[in-house]
């Protein structure tokens, strides 16, 4: 449902018991003349080693007032893990400890004002548990070969896809997809999570134990900007300025990450299709448009192959993009249409039904009753 979250708090809603957790003191945060300045309280190396999952806290003064931010994973300060998913009804558990952690890092500070503390981003998501023999990487691989170029309304675009991730992301938002188990073991230079706890570490270990078919696709939307965080909100018929409460809610962030899946992947869903036989595509296509002239439909096919390829759409358009004239690609564009047909959309692939029908639901996967669960289907 949520993983990471990012809050505000003004200089009235916390009080610092301890600056020195911050590399501070009392008087020299509040004698210095920078008109900005950060004091950092994270968990150390050893803290990690000997504590649960902590927050992490940055006390900024922006002008005169000293404000607060508080970043944490919802989920790992729960369970020590981002693979189990919360439900609404961890709030209260959620919060309970969010306030204990922070007390322990030196800042005190009332359940009720930390409920409604500001949040300055936050990171709805959704754990896939693939099925059938499907893997993430074969998932991540087949959607890969969407075209992007068009897709991320943003001034700044960008795609990676190392095998076992793609991520489309400006600094204002991202959505990312990836493969949750083996991301899990990545150094952090490499890996999507690069807050890791101990805890995950050994759960994979349990996991490559007891049930080494487990595979888990993941979703992620990272709000990162305010403004882009408020958008979304206001497009989704959500008010603005939410607070840790408002944003806790399932039918939200299943909305959000809903939102993005189908914006990424609604179109050109031809490229999942199982039937890779030239022939068979063409006794289709003469079946489907009996009027169409056959080499016309011979042209669809190797259009259909192309775009089906191994780099995709983005390779296929990379290649017609370097070639004079520049209005190539508008023209093909047109045949893309034409594959578009309904018709030609099924069957595809068994992971797109099970992503579709995991967000429709967006129950919570528990990692301990799915590494018992047979996957030999």
Known sequence: MLDTIILQMEPSQYSISNYGLFGTTEKEVLNTTASFKKWYNNPSPQDKKERNYMPRLTLIKRGRPLFLKIEFSAPKLLYNNNLDELVESDFDEVVKILRKMMQKMGVLVWTKTLEEASVLSFHPSKNIILNNGYTANFAIRELSKIDFSKRF????????????????????????IYDKINDITKPKSRAIDKDKTLQQLSLFDLIKKENKKLEVLRLEVRLSSKTKMNKQLEKLGYSTNPTLKDVFKQDLCKKIVEQYWYEFFSDNQFLFNKISDPQEILQLILRR??????????????????????????????IIDSYKPKSNWTTIKKYIEFLDDEIFAHPAWGFIDEVKQQLGNFEAIKVEKNIKKSFDM
């Open 153 to 176: 309304d943003l001034n700044k675009k960008d795609f990676g896809n190392s095998g076992d991730a793609i991520q489309l992301y400006t600094v204002s938002h991202s959505f990312v």
């Open 289 to 318: 448009h009996p009027r169409v002239k056959t080499i016309k439909a011979i042209n669809i096919i190797g259009l259909y192959c192309l775009c089906r390829d191994d780099e995709g759409m983005r390779g296929f358009r990379k």
